[in-house]
């Protein structure tokens, strides 16, 4: 039997935290799927659309013009009516309604347990493809955004450290990661970073402790990248205990936030979602059922939706020992 006639109508959604990519992939999976002769809808706002029947078709026309766009056409929500069984069975009601037969998740590991779950209840084959900044899903080297997110805080930094060198100023700069640092320990190297400080390691600290006192006799500007989820409550609480413990230091803070999340996905962005886009839709031909796509040494992968819990992954060792072979002052 062609396996790759059994499913005719497709539905892709977005959900959990946006990302830059997520809408060249919305595009990928719309185009791939009409390539395949197949129906496509897009539901807004995550799950909570879902439940709530907030679904529309989309053409390859809709879908034009959006890969250079950050954020999502589709909108994204948390749904918390979807963690239950009443809100699950009304979002399939709503599958049945529109005749939809699969389904294209994009988003974090929160949304893949949701789409596991609720494929497990009605048998729906659902297709996952990693979306957050914070580059932490195991089963994937790469998830979309992450490129951007990184040149949105060099870019950033790069000003910042104007004007820390002008004044001969510290600046603790925050960027996103409540239990990932990935992103801060990526961004601190292609700064140049004094101290890189994330929730996965304690080094940092050590690092930062060695440049105050090296800081104290030279004079020169600083910067210190934290991660948002770092053991001390991040770069305020950490500023306000060196400015008591130093307080001839002129310590600065900048949180760089939700900008962090924003802005036109890089070239890395829009070929990964394109890749994991028509991967995605693939994979549902091929009978694939309950996985993410993931891409481990450049080459797609299906990471079954058990295995992509976030990772706790241990942060590589040899780019802390970079940095201190490059800091002037270790
Ligand atoms: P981010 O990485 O940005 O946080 P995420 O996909 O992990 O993205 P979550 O808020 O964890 O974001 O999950 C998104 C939605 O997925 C939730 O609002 C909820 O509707 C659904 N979801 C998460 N976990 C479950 C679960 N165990 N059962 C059912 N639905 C779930």
Known sequence: MDKRREIKTIGVLTSGGDAPGMNAAVRAVT???????????????????????????LTSSDVSGIMHQGGTILKTA????????????????????????????IGGDGSFSGAS???????????????????????????LGYDTAMNTVIEAVDKIKDTASSHGRIFFIEVMGREAGLLALSTGIACGAEAIIIPESDEGYKDLEKFLAHYKEKKSSGIVMIAEGDKAGGALKLAERVNSEYPELDVRVSILGHMQRG?????????VATQMGVAAVDALLD???????????????????NKTVKANRSIDQNLFDIQKVLNKWY
Do not use: C, W
Request: proline content about 5%; glycine content about 12%.
């Open 117 to 143: 779950a609720f494929s497990k209840e009605y048998d729906i084959p659902t297709v996952g493809i990693p979306g957050t900044i914070d580059n932490d899903i195991s089963g994937t080297e790469y998830t």
């Open 287 to 305: 009978d694939q059922k309950s996985i993410m796509i993931g891409l481990v040494n450049n080459k797609i992968t299906h990471v079954p939706f």
């Open 31 to 57: 185009r791939a799927a009409i390539h395949h002769g197949l129906q496509v809808y897009g539901v807004m706002y995550g799950y909570h659309g879902l439940i709530s029947g907030e679904i529309r078709p």
């Open 78 to 105: 948390r749904s918390e009516e979807f963690r239950t069984t009443e809100g699950r069975a009304a979002a399939y009601q709503n599958l049945v309604k529109y005749g939809i037969d699969a389904l294209v998740v």
């Open 263 to 271: 802005g036109n996905p890089s070239g890395i962005d829009r070929v």
